[in-house]
């Protein structure tokens, strides 16, 4: 079943390696460079399932994952971290956040599939 994947990461490389990894299960993905791109892609477009980086440009994955769960349409939504970030003081905000889970980058494509799956059910 195709869902709508929304991907944020201010690195091509990881956006493609990603989408590349997410479209090969036949799911349509948008991506966007910021958090501040996430958030405007989000309130255009509903996303079932949203995974982004910590550490980027104009909006933090943190701040988006706030942004986001004040959105009536985006407060049970899943939303991973994929970061390289795996501090349990960052992990922690993240939750509080409203983060769903938490991966570490460099990222497993089959992992990250199993981690798709599973929180989309």
């Known amino acids: ?16 390696m990603v989408e590349v990894t997410l479209k090969s299960t036949s799911h349509r993905v948008t991506t966007a460079k910021d958090g501040q791109e996430a958030l405007d892609a989000s309130k ?5 399932f949203v995974l982004t980086d910590q550490n980027m440009p104009r909006m933090d994955g943190i701040t988006l994952i706030k942004s986001l ?12 971290v994929l970061t390289t970030e795996a501090g349990d003081a960052m992990k922690s905000q993240g939750r509080t ?6 991966m570490v980058k460099p990222f497993d494509p089959s992992k990250l599939l199993q981690v798709v799956a599973k929180v989309l059910g």
């Open 1 to 16: 079943m195709s869902k709508s994947i929304l991907v944020v990461d201010d690195s091509p490389s990881i956006r493609q």
């Open 44 to 48: 255009m477009q509903q996303f079932d």
């Open 69 to 80: 769960r004040a959105l009536p349409n985006y407060r049970s939504v899943p939303i991973i």
């Open 97 to 102: 956040a409203g983060a769903t889970g938490w």
